[in-house]
């Protein structure tokens, strides 16, 4: 079987709902970084009500207003399960600020909603009195420096089965009381990170690339993008101020 015929499927949760700043590019670089790699991706796009794909590769979700959060909660829930079992496998999923909140076990709002969440990543979430926002840098162990834009009134504090995805350097990223940013649960990535973040982040996006690649069809091997562009642009990104 050529590479052509090795199609990855990738779901995209809620894109009517929790796409804002750009999320959607995440699913977008996905896409056009599997066919360079010389796959098929086909995307699922998958709002409250829809029927849950038989075949996923990759899961994508993105931010969203309150609003947004209490739209699909109810449908999130109906698909807890099949979500809980992808993770448990070691399927690839980036979640962005809202289902990032969405995916731990509750975001509580500021006037005391809670909007229960489905306990993927061992994170809870309370809505604050401050906004953090502004360009954020942050250092990983496994994807080097990681930078984005982040714009959120939550605190979001990590429990004992969770790992930090980065720690900042610059921003303030989960929480005002420690130097974290976003979580992780096996191939679960949990992110606050707009800006879209696979854009300016390519060593995050062939990692969700590779594990769904590895997962499907039992190894990966393709020539490397030239990202050098990409690179330049992160340069740039850096020096931006706060």
Not at 168 to 180: K, P, S, T
Not at 193 to 199: F, I, K, R, T
Not at 218 to 240: C, H, N, V, Y
């Amino acid at each position: 079987m050529s590479k052509r015929q090795k199609v990855i499927h990738i779901l995209q949760l809620y894109p009517n709902d929790m796409n804002i700043y750009g999320d959607n590019g995440n699913v977008l670089v996905i896409q056009r970084r599997l066919e360079w790699y010389g796959y098929t991706p086909v995307i699922h796009s998958f709002n409250p009500g829809d029927s849950f794909p038989q075949v996923v590769d990759i899961v994508i979700g993105g931010g969203g207003q309150d609003s947004g959060q209490l739209a699909v909660q109810a449908d999130l829930q109906r698909i807890s399960s099949a979500l809980q079992k992808l993770a448990d496998t070691d399927v690839p999923m980036l979640m962005i600020c809202g289902l990032y909140q969405l995916f731990g076990h509750f975001f509580e709002t500021r006037d005391g909603t809670k909007i229960k969440g489905i306990g993927i990543l061992d994170i809870t979430t309370y809505g604050g009195e401050e906004r953090l926002t502004g360009n954020i840098i942050t250092q990983s162990d496994e994807f080097g420096t990681i930078i984005g834009y982040e714009n959120h009134s939550g605190q979001t504090h990590l429990g004992p089965k969770a790992t930090p995805l980065a720690t900042v350097q610059l921003g303030a990223g989960n929480n005002l009381e420690d130097d974290h940013e976003g979580a992780r649960y096996r191939n679960v990535i949990g992110s606050y990170l707009h800006g879209s973040l696979l854009p300016k982040n390519p060593a995050i996006a062939d990692f969700l690339i590779r594990q769904a690649v590895i997962n499907r069809y039992g190894s990966f091997s393709a020539m490397p993008i030239d990202d050098r562009l990409t690179e330049r642009a992160r340069q740039q990104a850096m020096k931006r101020p706060r």
